[in-house]
């Protein structure tokens, strides 16, 4: 009973951890480290230069006009939204359905206008096309944004708990399904790679450090997610077919910024924070290998590095809480997150589903 709830403590805190960290994250977006540290060393006199908890909309610049002025303390934007559909499309259909996740993806996008104006460019085109008829195989474009990665968890909590698979058959499944739900939006290698790597971290946690009751090893998390990256980008089917980097090679940029002990500083710089998946994935994983027992740091420190912020903490957050559990996460953060109970149910569903599965 113990190990059951603990393990439906993290698939709950892997959504919280996306909500908290896409919450927090979201009025930072776009603005560069240096910015914030500016902004905000005067106003959070407990910790100047930092964000620590949830903002109210603030003017950035005179003028400026951003989709989140509309906004309201704690509430998530598109990276949260993306998950609790993708979620509860495996909850419903107790499987990887694509074409559930496809219309589900366009409810989601045309019931919340002020949401709406959140989701990414290459996202908003493939559920335009969606809603217009297209199917799903034909409307995503050659974009390697992070709209895949910073929604994916819930597929690696849903195979997290399946031993019937051999691993060959594991890593088709996968990548299958990561790709599946990329080409939507995305039908591009970087972006379907870095769906599949932050789910395979997912389910990585949740075999060795939640299920197996191992203590974290950085070293064996880099090595395996590596590993990994190269099965997928050779099931993927793009093998071959498209430009470096490669995100085996990506990793190991990570894996040794964390070896070194490098600053956020410092790992900005050298792997940037943007949009870009190459990026976003990659920092956030930094981040995560750099604060893996200090949840609530991690996510602090990742959300005020600059870029896109909120998909960066909604990455991280996830990782975050995923080992660690909803029962880690700050009690301040979850009294403040919009739909915190509904986000709560979700991952108490998938829980079940993930644990039933046939």
């Known amino acids: 009973m113990i190990e059951q709830n603990k393990i439906k403590d993290s698939f709950v805190g892997t959504l919280v951890g996306c909500g908290v960290g896409d919450s927090l994250g979201l009025f930072l977006e776009t603005m560069s480290l240096e910015q914030i540290r500016t902004t905000f060393s005067i106003f959070n006199n407990s910790r100047p230069g930092f964000v620590t908890d949830y903002l109210e909309p603030f003017e950035r610049v005179a003028g400026e006009p951003h989709y989140f002025s509309k906004f309201k303390r704690g509430e998530y934007s598109d990276d949260t939204q993306g998950t609790i559909s993708l979620g509860e499309s495996i909850i419903y259909n107790k499987e990887i359905d694509p074409n559930d996740i496809a219309r589900r993806l366009v409810t989601t996008f045309y019931e919340n206008e ?35 990665v910073m929604k994916i968890s819930p597929v690696g909590l849903f195979y997290s708990l399946n031993n019937s698979l051999s691993a060959t058959e594991f890593n088709e499944k996968l990548v299958n399904d990561c790709k599946n739900i990329s080409i939507m939006t995305h039908r591009n290698s970087q972006a379907v790679v870095s769906g599949c790597v932050q789910s395979k971290a997912i389910d990585y946690i949740i075999r060795n450090n939640v299920v197996g009751n191992y203590k974290f090893d950085v070293d064996d998390f880099f090595n395996n997610i590596i590993d990994f990256s190269k099965k997928a980008h050779y099931l993927s089917g793009f093998s071959g077919t498209d430009p470096e980097p490669y995100w085996d090679d990506k990793l190991k940029q990570v894996y040794d910024l964390v ?6 500083e410092d790992a900005v710089g050298e792997l940037g924070s943007k949009a870009y998946c190459m990026e976003s994935l990659a920092f956030s994983l930094f981040c995560f290998g750099k604060y893996p027992s200090d949840l609530e740091e991690c996510i602090i420190q990742t959300v005020n590095a600059g870029g896109d912020t909120d998909s960066n903490g909604a990455i991280v957050g996830a990782l975050c809480g995923v080992l660690q559990g909803n029962s880690a996460i700050p009690l301040r953060w979850k009294e403040g997150l919009e739909d915190y109970d509904k986000i709560c149910d979700v991952g108490e569903q998938l829980y079940f589903t993930a644990l039933n599965q046939k």
Request: glycine residues 14%; positive net charge; hydrophobic residues 35%.
């Open 114 to 148: 002020i949401k709406q104006k959140s989701w990414g460019k290459a996202v908003t085109q493939g559920v335009v096309r969606l809603a217009a008829g297209e199917h799903w195989t034909k409307t995503g474009i050659d974009s390697a944004g992070n709209g895949v």
């Open 259 to 264: 070896k070194s002990d490098a600053s956020v």
